[in-house]
Structure formats: structure tokens, C-alpha cells
């Protein structure tokens, strides 16, 4: 079954330019409802207003004042919003970053730069064939 | 509230004089031990006093003045106008791809793709504002630890370091950061264009 591209997406970095390529990218895959946030703070604010919930969540590690990490982690403990698909997007590419990642439970993790034939690739391997 | 760490130093005045004392107090004994000690006190005194003439000539307040302030802004400008720049990129390739979908389909897709490439490739600003903020940190870091060792030896900011340079060495400046220099309107008017 392939993913629903009327899903909502949240875009979290704190670098404008990037949300924007990553929402024209997004949308390139076919995805129309796509929103932004520019930290971790914003980002879990607006996850827990959101109605209908993000069916994903493509986050940028290193922001303040609330880091891609920290909201992963406030995100898993989250009773309602626990399940989010997390996906990890940041220059942070140590092993130590991804096993702290994977640890925190982030369903995937891309290193910046990225193309978008990666992007798709991870989406997909969280959330099944874009189609 | 917590003194900052150079504020915790003695300065060279008040090592020397505690020195002093204590070889003082030294001096009145007889014994081989206490030469010794003594001996090792003017040594140790003679090397402290070095050690401060030596900082002293490296002239901490002409390395902190505007050098430090100027580099950690020229790129923090460099961040800036990058960010700018590519935010415009991909605004105009925004419409490229709208334009695209009215192309023949032999033709529109080939444009998408090319599209795409300069959006992954705009990804660049990121990385490279990024790896710019950590060197501004750094600059930051240093000009605090060179704040604390004017703070040891006891100096005081300059106010601004002098340009020496002359005629046409001068003019050489660099672009300006935002707010200096004038704009082409003010350029044109100056210039009676």
C-alpha cells in the first residue's frame, strides 16, 4: 500500500532555506500538506495543537532552543504523539549522533548535504512506496 | 555572583610581593634547606617576571581591539548574504518549475530535474552557515580569554585600533557590512548619475 500524500508533514530547521527546499522537495513527491516549524519548541508545540496529527516529522538535529534530539525524545514520551514518524535530517554525522538518535528512537536518519533521490529513499523506508 | 577566572589571578605586582615576603621571612633562618628554598624563590620569581614582560609584549589590547570584533562580523555577514542569496535562488527556481508544467512532456520533466539538482545543491547554506557559526563561536571564545588576560595584567580595552595604512593600501577594504558603506542609489547621486 503506498503512503498517503495527503498526510501531514512537519519540516523542522532553524535555517529558512532549508525548510524551503525540503517543502519543495516534499511536494515534488507529491505531498501537499506540509508545515513548518524552526526549532524543537515550535515543533512540539505545533504537533500538539495539530488537528489532524503529522503523519511525519523531518527534523534538523542542531537548533536552539529546543534540539532535533530533545524533541524526539519529548515527542517519544508523548503519549499522543509517541507513533509520529521521526526522521533525522542534519549535518550531525558522527556515530555517536546516530546511535544517540537511534536510541532516542528516530525511525531514520539522512546527513546533510542530501539529494532528493535520498530523501524519497527514507520516506519510503519509513512510511512504504511514495508510488 | 561568581568572578570571572582572570579575576581570581594575582596580579604581577602582588606575586612579586608575596614573593618577596616570603623569602623576607626565609632570609632570618640559617640552615642549608632554607638557602635553598630562598635560591629557588628567586628563581621562581626571576621566571615570573619574565613570563609577565613576555605577555606584556605581546600587546593583548591591539589583538583584541577591532581585529577580533571585525572578523566574528564579517562572517556573520558572510552568513547572512549567502542565506539571502540562496533564499532567492530558490524562489526563482520555484517558478521555473510552475513554468515546467506548461512545457511539452519531452521537455517539462528534464527542467524539473534540473530544478531539483540546484535545490539539493542549495543545500550547501546550510552546511556552510553552520561550520561559519562554529568559527564565530570560536572567535567569541578567544576574544573572551584575551579580555581575561588584559584583565591580569592589568590593561584596558583600547577604545579603537589605529589604520596605519596610506593612500591606495588604505581604499582596500573589502566589502562593507550591512548598515556601512552607501548604497548604488546614494553612489549614483554622488556621482551625478
Not at chain 1, 32 to 59: C, T, Y
Not at chain 2, 32 to 56: C, M, N, P, R, T
Request: charged share 25%.
Amino acid at each position: 500500500m503506498s503512503v498517503d500524500k495527503k498526510m501531514h508533514v512537519l519540516v523542522v530547521d532553524d535555517f529558512p532555506t532549508m525548510r524551503k527546499i525540503i517543502r519543495n522537495l516534499l511536494e515534488q513527491l507529491g505531498f501537499s500538506n506540509i508545515g513548518e516549524a524552526e526549532n524543537g519548541a515550535d515543533a512540539l508545540r505545533k504537533m500538539r495543537e495539530a488537528n489532524p496529527k503529522f503523519g511525519l516529522v523531518i527534523s534538523d538535529w542542531n537548533m536552539e532552543p529546543m534540539t532535533g534530539l530533545q524533541l524526539l525524545k519529548e515527542v517519544r514520551a508523548d503519549n499522543g504523539l509517541k507513533a509520529t514518524p521521526f526522521i533525522m535530517i542534519t549535518a550531525e554525522n558522527k556515530t555517536e549522533n546516530v546511535i544517540a538518535a537511534k536510541e532516542a528512537g528516530v525511525n531514520n536518519y539522512i546527513v546533510k548535504p542530501f539529494n532528493a533521490a535520498t530523501l524519497k529513499s527514507k520516506i519510503e523506508a519509513v512510511l512504504g512506496p511514495i508510488g | 555572583m561568581t568572578e570571572p577566572n582572570a579575576a581570581k589571578l594575582l596580579t604581577r605586582e602582588q606575586v612579586t610581593s608575596a614573593i618577596t615576603t616570603l623569602m623576607g621571612k626565609l632570609s632570618s633562618q640559617s640552615t642549608q634547606i632554607h638557602e635553598k628554598i630562598v635560591q629557588d624563590l628567586f628563581d621562581l620569581a626571576g621566571q615570573i617576571d619574565s613570563l609577565y614582560a613576555e605577555l606584556g609584549n605581546i600587546q593583548p589590547n591591539n589583538l583584541k581591539s577591532d581585529h577580533l570584533k571585525s572578523a566574528h562580523d564579517e562572517l556573520s555577514a558572510v552568513v547572512e548574504a549567502t542565506s539571502t542569496a540562496t533564499f532567492q535562488i530558490i524562489g526563482e527556481m520555484e517558478k521555473l518549475e510552475k513554468l515546467a508544467k506548461e512545457l511539452p512532456a519531452d521537455k517539462g520533466p528534464q527542467v524539473v530535474d534540473c530544478v531539483t539538482r540546484v535545490y539539493e545543491a542549495c543545500s550547501f547554506q546550510d552546511i556552510t552557515g553552520q561550520r561559519i557559526t562554529k568559527v564565530v563561536k570560536t572567535l567569541k571564545a578567544v576574544e573572551e580569554r584575551v579580555d581575561a588576560l588584559i584583565h591580569t595584567l592589568g590593561g584596558t580595552r583600547p577604545s579603537e585600533m589605529k589604520d596605519t595604512r596610506i593612500g591606495e593600501e588604505a581604499l582596500l577594504n573589502g566589502p562593507s557590512l550591512p548598515g556601512q558603506g552607501i548604497s548604488q542609489d546614494e553612489i549614483d547621486k554622488l556621482l551625478g548619475f
